[in-house]
């Protein structure tokens, strides 16, 4: 499998599920991807492991987006104030949602259109972030909190 393109995002797999988060840089994608291993670390969610940092190679495959770290990086993850760590790391994982940090015109309440993205083909639900909000209140939030009607 020689991969898709290579993106500046991390992605991040919770559970069975991937989290692909992208942002400018300094936004702090590293450091949400690190919160959520601590959190899977002190039992507050049950399992996270590194899939990518910086750079995430995505591929559609047979109706998913599979992610994986870019040659050379992996499991590397730059800890902002520290270096860069190795940690653990899944080579392969499906993306289940896409997280969008410092969007600025992220809504209080997103219109249905706004909660999904399309990367390589495939319609991904979506979360935009905005500067001022916990980014992993938000994404554990969102994966672990059912949806009511």
Same mark, same amino acid.
């Given at each position: 499998?020689?991969?898709?393109?290579?993106?500046?995002?991390?992605?991040?797999?919770?559970?069975?599920?991937? !989290?692909? %988060? @992208?942002?400018?840089?300094?936004?702090?994608?590293?450091?949400?991807?690190?919160? !959520?291993? $601590?959190?899977? @670390?002190?039992?507050?969610?049950?399992? =996270? @492991?590194?899939? =990518?940092?910086?750079?995430?190679?995505?591929? /559609? %495959?047979?109706?998913?987006?599979?992610?994986?770290? =870019?040659?050379? !990086? +992996?499991? *590397?993850?730059?800890?902002?104030? &520290?270096?860069?760590?190795?940690?653990?790391?899944?080579?392969?994982?499906?993306?289940?949602? %896409?997280?969008? *940090?410092?969007?600025?015109?992220?809504?209080?309440?997103?219109?249905? &259109? $706004? $909660?999904?993205?399309? &990367? +390589?083909?495939? *319609? *991904?639900?979506?979360?935009?972030?905005?500067?001022? /909000?916990?980014?992993?209140?938000?994404? !554990? /939030? /969102?994966?672990?909190?059912?949806?009511?009607?």
């Amino acid at each position: 499998m020689t991969g898709g393109p290579s993106v500046h995002a991390s992605a991040v797999l919770i559970g069975a599920r991937a !989290l692909l %988060v @992208r942002g400018p840089s300094g936004s702090g994608k590293s450091q949400l991807a690190l919160a !959520l291993i $601590q959190a899977a @670390r002190s039992g507050e969610i049950a399992f =996270a @492991r590194l899939v =990518a940092d910086d750079r995430t190679v995505l591929e /559609a %495959v047979n109706g998913r987006l599979l992610a994986r770290p =870019a040659v050379g !990086l +992996c499991g *590397l993850l730059e800890v902002r104030g &520290l270096g860069i760590r190795r940690l653990p790391y899944e080579p392969l994982a499906v993306i289940s949602h %896409v997280i969008d *940090l410092m969007a600025a015109d992220a809504a209080r309440l997103p219109e249905d &259109l $706004q $909660q999904s993205v399309s &990367l +390589c083909g495939i *319609l *991904l639900p979506h979360i935009a972030i905005s500067p001022s /909000a916990n980014p992993l209140a938000l994404v !554990l /939030a /969102a994966v672990t909190t059912p949806i009511s009607d």
